[in-house]
């Protein structure tokens, strides 16, 4: 269990693209490990299996406090993955294409996606606070109700294991919004940045931009930990089922009926 809650968060990372394409003399070197045409898809199923590590873990640790983490866990994150997977459908409308890349090259050439598709990206960015179980939707690990949830029984490697995988989970949340909505490594200050990379400096530049707006959304997690308290339980359940899921429907039907309005 807890090897495979940090192996999922990792691997999650594969068809991220944290650059452009950087021509080095006769090669072509895309900054990306892996360029599927169904990126998204990919980044979806992989997340959907993190949530097998904590059931197991509250399972096998034959705790109470555990077993109810595992629960809570279980739940919570297949009702935040609904709303996040229908969140993002608008932005692949518009973008016309499930690969990762072509959505950062949709907004090199325009607006980043965050301005045209604000619904959805409140949506997504409070999914993922859901998904990576952060306050204030930690309700698996709870300490003031549960003691530790699923880490009640766990300790030493085994227990920093958990908390790498939340943190690596972290990381790819924040990089996949960037992707997004944010322009992933492009900058709308002229085409310098929102072009392929041609020197080793450009492609740099491009990683670093990457990496800073992705540290923009880390910080910001880190200062909502310290500034909520944390959701009663049906509160949480009642936001995913009764108002993230109606509100992303809405904005794929908005979205669609812009769309036949403008093509039409």
Known sequence: APMSALFFALI?????????????????????ILDLNVGILYVFAIMSMGVYSFVLAGWSSDNNYALLGGLRASSQMISYEIAMGMSVIPVFMLVGDLNLGEVIDYQASGAWLVFKQPIAFAIFLIAIFAETNRLPFDLPESETELVAGYNTEYSSMRFALFFMGEYAAMIAGSAL??????GGWTLPLGDFFNT????????????????????VFLGLMIWVRWMLPRFRYDQLMNIGWKRFLPASLANIILTAIVLWVVHS
């Open 177 to 182: 919004m960037v992707v997004l909505f944010c």
């Open 12 to 32: 999650s990372f594969a068809v991220i693209p944290f650059g452009g394409i950087y021509q080095f003399g006769n090669h072509t070197i895309s900054l990306q």
């Open 196 to 215: 392929p990379a041609e020197s080793l400096g450009q492609g740099l530049l491009h990683i670093a931009v990457f990496i800073g707006k992705t540290m």
